[in-house]
């Protein structure tokens, strides 16, 4: 017998309940969910602690949110997904940091400069 192909979910909602109480029938709806419907998945992002919830559309989900309000009692935060920013040292960068301070006498003066970029034995190297 041949297998049915199921689509991959093409829209995705972060979803969180909004009390603590309503945490174990949040849970138990969404396990339901996922067996209920191979175009539902539910994943959990280790880096924001969010609940992604993905299906076919904004009407398919939507649809979900109100059946766990309506069948669960579990009002739900519907949001979108938060994306880490995150940054790479694409080249090397001398500059020279000059600090001054003035405080009523003869003042004060010292300078720096560093060098930051890449290198063969780490990813991250800021020499001064």
Known sequence: MTSIRVPDPVMS???????TDQLPNFQR??????????????????????????????????????????EYKVDCEVGRPKVNYRETIQSRAEFLYLHKKQSGGSGAAAGCQHMLGMTQTSPFALQI
């Open 29 to 70: 709806a969404l396990q339901r969910f996922q067996r209920e419907d191979p175009t539902f998945t539910v994943s959990n992002n280790a880096e924001t602690g969010e609940t992604i919830i993905s299906g076919m559309g904004e009407l398919h989900l939507d649809i979900y949110v109100e059946r766990m309000r309506r």
């Open 13 to 19: 909602v972060s979803l969180t309940p909004k009390s």
